[in-house]
C-alpha cells in the first residue's frame, strides 16, 4: 500500500509538471491577449451609472446633553433611515430618518420634584446628508463618513397629573439640526 500511494503521488506530480509545459508552449502559440479580448461594440461618450436604494433599521445609545441631563437618563432608542445614492452625486448619500427615544426621568430630578414618573419621549424625522471620505481613506472594508442631518423632533412628557412645570411641556415640538461622523463596514453603519 505504501509503495501504490508513493507511485501515485510521483505519477500526479509528472502530470502537473508536463501539463505545466504544455501549457507554456500552447501559451506562447497563441496570443492570449487575443483570446481574452474585449469584442463588445463601444458607442462613445456611453458611461454606465448606478443608482441604489438603501433601507437600514437599527438601534443606538442616546446620551441626554445640555440641561436634558439633569432630568433624563441615558436610553436605547430605535431609527429607521431611507437613503439614496448615484455614481451622479457620489460621495454624497441623501436619505431621510425616522428615530424613537423614551428617556426615563434621572432618579435625583424625581426625588427633587416628589414624583412618581417622569418620562420623556421623542419620535424625530428629517433628512440627512453624508459625504463619503474615500477619496482621503483608501480601504476595501471599510468607508468613513462626515454626515448633517435636520430633524423635526415631537416630544412628549408624562409626569403626574397635578405637577406643571413652565420650561417642561407635557408637548412641544423642535428643529434640531446635528453633525457627526460614522464608519460604513460591509453593510452596517456605525455613527
Avoid: C, W
Avoid at 415640538?173 to 456605525?190: H, R, V
Amino acid at each position: 500500500m505504501k509503495y501504490f500511494l508513493a507511485v501515485f503521488i510521483m505519477a500526479l506530480l509528472a502530470f502537473n509538471i508536463n501539463s505545466q509545459a504544455l501549457y507554456e508552449q500552447h501559451s506562447k502559440d497563441l496570443s492570449v491577449s487575443k483570446l481574452f479580448q474585449d469584442t463588445t461594440n463601444k458607442k462613445a461618450g456611453f458611461r454606465k451609472k448606478i443608482a441604489a436604494i438603501f433601507l437600514g433599521v437599527g438601534g443606538g445609545i442616546s446620551i441626554p446633553g445640555s440641561g436634558f441631563k439633569d432630568n433624563s437618563d441615558v436610553t436605547f432608542g430605535i431609527l429607521g433611515r431611507l437613503e439614496f445614492s448615484s455614481t451622479g452625486i457620489f460621495p454624497f448619500v441623501i436619505g431621510g430618518e425616522v428615530t424613537y427615544f423614551s428617556y426615563n426621568g434621572s432618579d435625583l430630578f424625581k426625588t427633587t420634584n416628589v414624583l412618581a414618573n417622569f418620562k420623556t419621549k421623542i419620535f424625530s424625522y428629517g433628512l440627512n446628508i453624508e459625504y463619503s471620505l474615500t477619496k482621503i481613506f483608501h480601504s476595501s472594508f471599510t468607508m468613513p463618513f462626515v454626515t448633517v442631518d435636520v430633524k423635526n423632533n415631537s416630544i412628549t412628557r408624562e409626569y403626574d397629573d397635578d405637577t406643571t412645570f413652565a420650561d417642561l411641556p407635557r408637548t412641544a415640538s423642535k428643529i434640531s439640526a446635528g453633525a457627526g461622523i460614522g464608519l460604513t463596514i460591509f453593510i452596517f453603519d456605525f455613527h
